[in-house]
């Protein structure tokens, strides 16, 4: 073959490799949106031959109509409140020029919580439920893959309390608390706190779990060179033992908060805690002409926050595991 021939060759064998790359660049691209395209147009469709107690069942269009009006009414909301906030200064700008020495009061806007508020409690309570049950979890799991007689001896609470569902779980949990947690001048709500440990008590376990296994099943290469290396227990821990687990335990971790977010909203309903799920629920029991549609935008958001925040974790998981290969998608 000829060195032109070669050339020729080459940049062919070139320009099919781009064009098979352009080719899986525009199907990653064009699949998902075909397919989300063909879920709104069944959605729409569907949703014309369903009449409820409460009128059609929302389609896109209703959706995003109310969509708009949670939005615009979040930013009255917020409105107000500055109103109020400015009004409350000028007052005590004008009784401290009277009286030097009159201390201001300052009182927190109480208007209703928006959407959007109500979207921030959910997220700040399952993320305190969250890392109460990592900083349980995660030890306890390592001690579990450490120890042959501690996973025997732990392991069948596991299995006992893994399955129970977070309804069973609210009812003792708002008693303990209501009995616990007393205080004239409370920092957080009782309705925050439980449903904050409920959270807890049902993403525990998938962390605790992959936990124990990821550390049970570290590579003996690596047990053994720590023998010989004669690492202390807690450089064998931190050198040995976490890195080689890691990405089990963030399997563990993604699972977890993927259940704490979904355990929330059922919390929050029953607890009353000012969230996601106290928003459907208040909608539901309102019964308007709008309630469904609103109740719609809850459920997308709701879908769409779980997906960003197992997201979160993907990305915390490449940032912190040394093995790339081993961080599923």
């Given at each position: 073959?000829?060195?032109?021939?070669?050339?020729?060759?080459?940049?062919?064998?070139?320009?099919?490799?781009?064009?098979?790359?352009?080719?899986?660049?525009?199907?990653?691209?064009?699949?998902?949106?075909?397919?989300?395209?063909?879920?709104?147009?069944?959605?729409?469709?569907?949703?014309?031959?369903?009449d409820t107690s409460l009128g059609q069942f929302p389609g896109p269009a209703q959706?995003?109509?109310?969509?708009?009006?949670?939005?615009?009414?979040?930013?009255?909301?917020?409105?107000?409140?500055?109103?109020?906030?400015?009004?409350?200064?000028?007052?005590?700008?004008?009784?401290?020029?009277?009286?030097?020495?009159?201390?201001?009061?300052?009182?927190?806007?109480?208007?209703?919580?928006?959407?959007?508020?109500?979207?921030?409690?959910?997220?700040?309570?399952?993320?305190?439920?969250?890392?109460?049950?990592?900083?349980?979890?995660?030890?306890?799991?390592?001690?579990?893959?450490?120890?042959?007689?501690?996973?025997?001896?732990?392991?069948?609470?596991?299995?006992?309390?893994?399955?129970?569902?977070?309804?069973?779980?609210?009812?003792?949990?708002?008693?303990?608390?209501?009995?616990?947690?007393?205080?004239?001048?409370?920092?957080?709500?009782?309705?925050?706190?439980?449903?904050?440990?409920?959270?807890?008590?049902?993403?525990?376990?998938?962390t605790l779990i992959n936990t124990a296994v990821g550390v049970s099943n570290i590579?003996?290469?690596?047990?053994?060179?720590?023998?010989?290396?004669?690492?202390?227990?807690?450089?064998?821990?931190?050198?040995?033992?976490?890195?080689?687990?890691?990405?089990?335990?963030?399997?563990?971790?993604?699972?977890?908060?993927?259940?704490?977010?979904?355990?929330?909203?059922?919390?929050?309903?029953?607890?009353?805690?000012?969230?996601?799920?106290?928003?459907?629920?208040?909608?539901?029991?309102?019964?308007?002409?709008?309630?469904?549609?609103?109740?719609?935008?809850?459920?997308?958001?709701?879908?769409?926050?779980?997906?960003?925040?197992d997201r979160i974790m993907l990305m915390l998981q490449r940032m912190v595991s040394?093995?790339?290969?081993?961080?599923?998608?």
């Amino acid at each position: 073959m000829s060195k032109s021939a070669s050339i020729v060759t080459f940049i062919g064998s070139k320009e099919s490799s781009m064009g098979k790359t352009l080719l899986s660049h525009l199907q990653a691209l064009l699949l998902p949106v075909i397919g989300l395209l063909l879920f709104l147009a069944v959605w729409n469709g569907v949703a014309k031959t369903i009449d409820t107690s409460l009128g059609q069942f929302p389609g896109p269009a209703q959706v995003w109509e109310q969509t708009l009006t949670l939005v615009s009414e979040h930013s009255a909301q917020r409105e107000k409140a500055d109103a109020f906030y400015a009004r409350q200064e000028e007052r005590n700008a004008a009784r401290v020029a009277k009286d030097p020495t009159y201390e201001p009061k300052i009182r927190e806007f109480t208007g209703a919580p928006t959407f959007f508020d109500q979207i921030w409690t959910s997220l700040y309570t399952v993320m305190i439920g969250f890392l109460i049950a990592s900083l349980i979890a995660v030890p306890v799991g390592i001690v579990c893959g450490l120890s042959k007689s501690a996973y025997t001896a732990i392991n069948p609470l596991i299995q006992l309390f893994k399955p129970v569902s977070p309804l069973a779980w609210l009812p003792l949990v708002t008693m303990v608390v209501s009995a616990l947690y007393v205080s004239d001048d409370p920092m957080f709500s009782k309705s925050f706190v439980t449903s904050a440990f409920t959270v807890s008590l049902c993403c525990l376990w998938p962390t605790l779990i992959n936990t124990a296994v990821g550390v049970s099943n570290i590579d003996k290469d690596l047990v053994n060179v720590s023998r010989v290396l004669r690492l202390k227990p807690l450089t064998h821990l931190s050198k040995i033992v976490l890195p080689a687990s890691i990405p089990m335990i963030f399997t563990g971790l993604r699972l977890s908060l993927g259940i704490g977010w979904m355990v929330l909203i059922a919390a929050e309903m029953l607890a009353q805690n000012p969230g996601l799920g106290k928003f459907v629920w208040d909608e539901f029991q309102n019964g308007s002409s709008d309630s469904l549609a609103r109740i719609m935008v809850a459920v997308l958001t709701i879908g769409a926050i779980g997906f960003v925040l197992d997201r979160i974790m993907l990305m915390l998981q490449r940032m912190v595991s040394w093995d790339k290969n081993s961080v599923l998608r």
